[in-house]
């Protein structure tokens, strides 16, 4: 049974998401879209007011009334509320400050050695996180005059999954193994037991962030992630299943080849394992000229882009081959799920028409092609940008209390 308290708090986190939705709204259409009263709209937005979540505001855009007066409306408070969200990527680690309000990133930091915050021992990216954190809030609290910024939360976003049930996690582009992942977590809360703490999976953050950002109407849809590593976030009925931990589903594992190569997860013939970034170089190295092949450090679905825009037979093969690959994982996926809309995100993105075009055309080839005719496929926004807002809005939506902001905790997934 709820108490007046978690009442109290959901219809905070209501007014405050709507507002920061739609970017400027009066008491009186809020009132109406949440289907509160007027009296208690305006507690509850004289309470976010008083804790400098948002500010009222005679906004420009709207109409005027009938009195000719511009409407007073709500509006999120900016350059107040900030969250940390610290990127553990197996390319290099950062930490950008979040507006609580806005999404937008205010500043990015390294983590780590080096001008790419690559870090070769993750036993290390606790220390050199809680180190990157406490220098740059330090600084950026000197630099402030009058008005000091609060960080509410910290949100560690890594590649791999999350059991939150058994407080471990798992990276293979960050070399965590099952154990370590254990120990990681349980060190966590030593290290960062004065804030609230939020570890969630790049995917699934991209993903809410294409909620947020896109007002999607679908209520069903899956966000796929594709880079080093192959990942997807399902969404039913408006909630992500499994959250943040990005244990509901391995789509980069699914098997479209039993005699293809190996996996890094063990097993044979992987989605990830044939058309993954970390794949590509050894699966086509045979098939680019010597020339070509010589000048390459690796090969990515951007080199792939690139080469097969020129009409180079290898990379217009292995762009095919990718869609092939990806088409015949989104059957199972569809058969299953039978999503609204798949987005297409991550590095993946930059494959462009050709592989588009090939997907669609494999999708309507499907068996069951009046499951397949309702699902709609596009390419996703900037990735690092998406999981910003969604990693921010995610850990606002769900573990930061409005009514007490600064509870300290840790929360998985």
Known sequence: MK?????KNENLKAVYQAVCRSGAISRAALAKKLRLSKPTISILADELIKGGFLRESADPGEQKSRAGRKPICLVPQTDVHRIAVAHWRSGGCWMDFVDAGTGICVERVRIGEGPDGHVDDCRLL???????FEE?????????KDQKESILALCIVLEGMLDPDRKRLISTP???SWEEGGRILSETEKYFRDLCVGIFVDT???GYGEMITQHLEERDFAYINMGDGIGASLVLHGKMLGGASGSATQFGHICVD??????????YGCFEALSSEYALYERYRDRIPAGCRDAMNGLSYEDLARHSETGEEWAVLAVNETADNFSKAVRNLITLFCPELIIIGGDGTVLGERFMDRVEKNLNRLDYLFMASKVKT???????????IGAAGYM????????????PGLHIG
Do not use: E, F, K, N
């Open 204 to 206: 699934a953050c991209a």
């Open 126 to 132: 606790l220390q050199l996180t809680r180190s990157t």
């Open 378 to 388: 596009v390419l996703g926004g900037d990735t690092d940008q998406l999981v910003d």
């Open 174 to 176: 960050l070399r965590i």
């Open 396 to 407: 606002i939506d769900h573990y930061i209390s409005l009514a007490d902001p600064y509870r």
């Open 136 to 144: 740059a809030c330090s600084r950026r609290s000197s630099m402030q």
């Open 3 to 7: 108490t007046q308290p978690i009442i």
């Open 258 to 267: 039993p005699d293809g190569p190996r996996c890094r997860c063990g097993g």
